[in-house]
């Protein structure tokens, strides 16, 4: 390795960490909606977009919300309908200009000034809202009338209930690469959910309001929190120059796999997928993808049932993925025992300073031996990593009689 690509690699890893405490920050308190916080970051370093599905209820939105408010910047959310009209996302005539005989528009607060979007029932848009929005989200334009404006958008999350019947929406759904599909939480996690559920809803927190505030997530004060949408563009412009060349070769098998699996993945998927083969891999804090970053291929199959399937057919392919700074996400579409580790890292770690800070209690001393048990039962002694091992003994120790 060069100087120049130790020095890149150094600086990678050092975004991805910073990054990493923003998502782990945005998952606190949230039950089984870290994979929808996580994906959002990995979108927004690849530079696209997401369709989060699920039920009413299964907290999507407030998933975004969170992250939305970790990374910082200019963040727009709109609630769609059939008679959703294109200036109360796209901004009004300014009249000002009408005066003057032009039709422009009043972008400030809305959408084609946003940094991280979320749009709501996006496919209940009318026809003149989503034709406006295609531009949007393919091109970063926005031209209406005589505005023409590019857009600062990152990444724009749509959510919806189900995915749309109408072949007349295909395309407009397919400016979403990445899919997440949301299910209630499981009955084994229902306790967790209603005791979350009890505590006083947090407002979301953006960046500048960590200042002084100690984060217990990681590095404090406003530098460091303002600098969040910062790390997120220096790794957006890592990932564009991230070396795939060892890595193209097995995307281009797990492709055919899943095309001759049946998962309907179209050409211009195929070639997008390398971009998030390349944010996973710079979010991992490496300038050069690997096997670990193949996790992300069953992201761009287009219904659950297709995800499902790629993720069985790439088994033996994502066995050694993982990914330090999206954990679970890597762990939930891989099920490798490697992003199981990486998950059970960051998880144990996070109990054992939650518990250093609180009184001694049951509750507390229970997830810590549920932390323990699950490691035990999944990992043999002789094979875990350093830093799980590292974990266990910290978790060994905490809950020994004192």
């Known amino acids: 390795m060069t100087e ?53 209820g299964t907290a999507k939105s407030e998933a975004v919300r969170r992250i939305a408010g970790q990374l910082g910047g200019r963040y727009f959310e709109y609630l769609l309908g059939r008679f959703t009209e294109p200036n109360e996302l796209f901004g009004p005539v300014d009249l000002r200009r009408l005066r003057e005989g032009r039709i422009e528009f009043e972008t400030a607060g809305m959408l084609p000034e946003a940094e991280i979007a979320f749009l709501d029932e996006v496919f209940l ?42 072949p007349a929406l295909a395309a407009f759904a397919d400016r979403f690469l990445a899919r997440v599909f949301v299910e209630p939480v499981a009955d084994a996690r229902l306790e967790e959910l209603l005791e979350a559920g009890r505590r006083p809803a947090a407002s979301p927190l953006h960046p500048r309001d960590l200042a002084g505030s100690g984060d217990p997530m990681g590095p404090t004060g406003l530098a460091a929190a303002a600098d969040r949408l910062g790390a997120l563009d220096r790794l957006a412009a890592a990932a564009r120059a991230c ?6 070769p097995l995307v281009a098998a797990a492709l055919r796999r899943l095309r001759a699996a049946g998962v309907p993945i179209s050409d211009r998927r195929a070639v997008r997928s390398q971009k998030l083969v390349a944010a996973a891999a710079v979010l991992d804090g490496r300038t050069a993808a690997s096997v670990r970053d193949l996790w992300v291929l069953p992201l761009v199959a287009p219904t659950a049932d297709a995800q499902a399937q790629a993720r069985d057919t ?25 992003a199981r580790a990486e998950r059970l890292v960051r998880t ?44 266990r003994a910290e978790l060994v120790a905490a809950v020994a009689p004192a």
């Open 4 to 56: 120049t690509s130790a020095t890149a690699t150094a600086h990678a890893a050092a975004d991805a960490e910073l990054i990493g405490h923003a998502v782990a920050a945005a998952g606190q308190g949230m039950i089984d909606r870290e994979t929808v916080a996580e994906v959002v970051v990995l979108c927004a370093v690849a530079g696209e977009h997401l369709l989060v599905v699920g039920a009413p």
């Open 243 to 248: 070396d795939l060349d060892e890595v193209t």
């Open 125 to 166: 848009g009318s026809t003149a809202v989503l034709n406006t929005l295609l531009g949007l989200l393919n091109e970063r334009v926005f031209r209406r009338g005589g505005t023409v404006l590019h857009s600062p958008l990152r990444v724009c999350v749509g959510a919806a209930n189900h995915l749309p019947d109408d």
């Open 314 to 338: 790439l088994a033996d392919l994502v066995e050694k993925a993982a990914n330090r700074s999206l954990a679970h996400a890597a762990e939930e579409l891989s099920r490798s025992s490697a």
């Open 348 to 391: 144990g770690a996070q109990l054992l300073a939650a518990h250093r800070t609180l009184p001694e209690g049951r509750d507390s001393r229970l997830r810590l031996e549920a932390a323990l048990r699950e490691i035990d039962a999944g990992f043999d002694p002789a094979d875990l990593s350093g830093a799980l091992a590292g974990i």
